[in-house]
């Protein structure tokens, strides 16, 4: 096989992915094992366990935030928090808005 490092490297980032989807969903949803060996149960058991999942977290956000506006409160400080303070590696550890500030000010001169 003749493949460019540019498609191995997308295969890998590929493959890396889907292990981070598997360990999420034995890290979350709770399958220790499948009770099914055809495709049909593996899907039906994930899709069960996702649905649980999601109706947990939802009752969880009901019964954490008795209104709308606490709830939109908290977003709101993680968005703030996150844009303006989190350094992000992928921006050279800047947070967003320095990025953004230093992105405009390369743009402008």
């Not at 490297?9 to 709770?30: C, G, H, M, P």
């Not at 069960?48 to 956000?61: D, E, G, N, P």
Request: charged share 20%; proline share 1%.
């Amino acid at each position: 096989m003749n493949w460019s490092a540019c498609t191995v490297a997308d295969i890998y980032k590929s493959r890396w992915e889907v292990e981070l989807f598997f360990k999420w969903i034995k890290q979350n949803l709770k399958i220790r094992t499948v009770l099914g060996h055809t495709i049909n149960a593996v899907v039906t058991q994930i899709f069960v366990a996702l649905c649980v999942y999601l109706l947990m977290a939802y009752l969880k956000f009901i019964i954490t935030f008795r209104t709308n506006q606490s709830a939109k409160q908290v977003v709101w400080d993680y968005i703030s928090y996150y844009n303006a303070e989190r350094s992000h590696s992928t921006l050279r550890y800047l947070s967003p808005m320095q990025f953004e500030e230093n992105m405009a000010l390369r743009e402008a001169s």
